[in-house]
């Protein structure tokens, strides 16, 4: 939070994902494992510090992305490499590319574990770049729906507070929905430009 280069909105969601994989003493289990029934798989588990001896790198995909659309792809192949770019094998061709796109991959067998899926037994690779199942992600993703078909009616620009849009989504689905994923579902919708998070209780529909 405190880098200057960096805006608060980009280091908001990191911060809150410490706050939520925290070990709490008292509930003798983290907050996320509370909603979601197991651990998050943290970022920083899912890669090597060191580029310059792994095989395989996941690329991060500048151009915009859809709603929970990975940051990052791969595993990929690596061929060569320099000081300054990695060349990677990528749907069977080689491509060139900047060292400071990549983030290291675990080898094989741990990339396999670390995404494998809990609650099914199979390997999801969707773990790697959202920390969340099969299961919870399709959570995510209707409870994004349901909040797309909720502001709709409303009149652009249009501002509500959370706890109300939080009571609406619950009367309206049949999702049982807590304040922490609604602040989730609102970052993909912020992302999509249909809402702008204007402070901690107050959104603006877009």
Not at 176 to 187: F, I, K, P, T
Request: net charge neutral.
């Amino acid at each position: 939070m405190c880098h200057a280069p960096q805006k608060w909105t980009e280091s908001l969601p990191w911060v809150l994902l410490g706050v939520r994989s925290s070990f709490k003493e008292d509930l003798n289990a983290s907050s996320a494992e509370l909603l979601y029934g197991e651990p998050l798989r943290l970022p920083g588990e899912f890669f090597d510090p060191d580029l310059a001896s792994t095989d395989h790198v996941f690329l991060r995909e500048d151009a915009v992305r859809a709603s929970l659309q990975p940051a990052y792809t791969g595993p990929h192949k690596v061929m060569s490499r320099s000081d300054k770019s990695f060349t990677l094998l990528i749907n069977g061709k080689e491509v060139t590319v900047s060292i400071d796109r990549l983030k290291p991959a675990l080898h094989r067998e741990a990339l396999k574990q670390s995404a494998t899926d809990p609650a099914s037994g199979r390997i999801d690779v969707g773990i790697l770049t959202t920390g969340l199942g099969a299961a919870a992600r399709r959570r995510r993703a209707d409870l994004v729906a349901a909040l797309r078909e909720l502001i709709k009616p409303y009149s652009k620009p249009h501002t509500i507070t959370h706890a109300k849009l939080l009571q609406d989504v619950n009367a309206a689905s049949q999702l049982m929905v807590s304040r922490e994923q609604l602040d989730e579902a609102l970052r993909d919708l912020q992302d999509e430009g249909k809402v702008t998070v204007v402070s901690h209780t107050h959104i603006r529909l877009c």
